[in-house]
């Protein structure tokens, strides 16, 4: 004996128990197919005394194209996604070898020498920097006079630090008695690239690997 589906047993609540017992189909074209087979279903044994009504056809095929819809756009930025990420790599292969600025207050020691940076928002009378151990005790100050607004770098001869952390620096800036918030950049060299499939990341040749996106500058 068939089990009739009367007018009122929505698709869409179907398609849900369907689901249930089963994997969805990410397929848009295999979705479809189901909702069509469902619909005949449907169609086949419904009530001849109280049909589906037109509206209520058109408005169950308006959402399974919804749901196909969607699942084609995602499909397509997962696509646009993937070859993003390829045209990181791509770009990313350049700056091996290149040195690249970041915000941070660790400098990385390369043959006797650490570099950094400083980000000033407005004129500087006097600018110094604290070269820090990693225990915070000053082992070096450079004073490097008065500077104007934008980004400046500096050197620190490391040939006589022991330590075996990086050391960390600290940057006074004073416009007359006005104290100067200024932004710490460090400088390191690319060694490799990589990506977590997403996200582009940078190795470093004296400290961890970075985020493509926190690279302030390529040099």
Known sequence: MTTAITSSTDVSSLVTSGNKKSTALSDA??????????L?????????????????MTSQMAQINTVSGIQQVNESVKSLTTQFASMQ???????IGHDVLMQSNTLSVNAGKASGGIDLPASADKVS?????????????LNLGAMTAGRHSFEWDASRYTG????????TAM????????????????ESIGSDGTTLTLQLKGRAAVAYGDIQAIL
Do not use: C, H, W
Not at 29 to 38: G, H, I, M, T, V
């Open 29 to 38: 074209n295999a979705s479809q197919d189901r909702f069509l087979k469902l």
């Open 40 to 56: 005949v279903a449907q169609l086949s044994n419904q009530d001849p005394m109280n049909p589906m009504d037109n509206a209520q």
């Open 89 to 95: 790599m791509l770009q990313g292969a350049n700056m």
């Open 129 to 141: 920097v604290q070269i820090l151990s990693p225990s915070g005790q000053v082992v070096d100050t």
């Open 164 to 171: 075996t952390a990086n050391p960390t620096f600290k940057v």
């Open 175 to 190: 416009q007359g008695s006005k104290n100067l918030e200024v932004t710490s950049l460090a400088r390191d060299t690319v």
